[in-house]
């Protein structure tokens, strides 16, 4: 029983460059999301997809780009990393979008951006 | 500013004593969540509330949403060293369907 699967776990990168953390899931999820959790701020909502082919914007898309071609799928790409983007992002996914649905997070990504 | 306040940020207690973590806010919600993260880990729902004034419990846990489902609690009764953790609150507001997080509350337990 996999669950959300995260990778990489820890990465850290330079300035301007960009990469891609990927996110799988094995139960058939309709609803899958991305946040960032940041000391004192909670987690805060960067992209999300209700569905194979649909994605929308969160809190704080800038600088994110995300793609889902498949319903297991969902990476977040950070385009060209600034220190700012340095976080713990994780992944997540529910049956359905909104209210009382459980949601099942990922085991996080350490993203260091010097 | 965010959408739910949680308080207190910090809370560092000994064995055996009670606590209450609270979140509040200014919106009304479909429904409020707990959850619970540990160092290194990713978030675990304890529970999910959803009609006003209702109350659930988990073991020691109790967790409360007010009448007016702007606001939760969570009361730990004789908390133990593995009650240690990030709670954080979250929910649904009722004019949306994005799930919105408060900022945690840490919580000590101390042996």
């Known amino acids: 029983n996999a669950g959300v699967t995260q990778t990489p776990k820890f990465q850290v990168l330079k300035t301007g460059q960009s990469m891609t953390l990927q996110c799988a899931q094995d139960?058939?999820?309709?609803?899958m999301s991305w946040y960032r959790q940041d000391p004192g701020m909670g987690l805060r909502l960067i992209h999300y997809s209700v569905g194979a082919g649909i994605t929308d914007q969160g809190e704080v898309p800038n600088g994110y780009n995300v793609s889902r071609s498949t319903t297991e799928d969902f990476p977040l790409r950070l385009l060209s990393a600034a220190p700012s983007q340095t976080s713990v992002y994780f992944c997540?996914?529910?049956?359905?979008?909104?209210?009382?649905?459980?949601?099942?997070f990922g085991e996080g990504s350490w993203l260091t951006v010097v | 500013t965010q959408l739910l306040e949680q308080s207190p940020q910090f809370l560092s207690i000994q064995e055996g004593e009670n606590l209450t973590v609270y979140c509040n806010s200014s919106s009304v919600f479909s429904s409020l969540q707990w959850y619970r993260q540990e160092p290194g880990e990713g978030p675990v729902l304890l529970v999910t509330v959803v009609t006003g004034g209702e109350v659930k419990k988990l073991k020691r846990l109790t967790f409360q949403f007010g009448d007016a489902r702007k606001d939760s609690s969570l009361h730990i009764t004789a908390a133990q060293p593995g009650d240690t953790g990030l709670y954080l609150c979250a929910g649904v507001p009722s004019n949306d369907y994005k799930l919105s997080f408060g900022a945690g509350t840490t919580v000590t337990v101390r042996a």
């Open positions: 997540a996914s529910s049956y359905v979008r909104g209210a009382g649905n459980t949601i099942y």
């Open positions: 139960m058939n999820h309709e609803y």
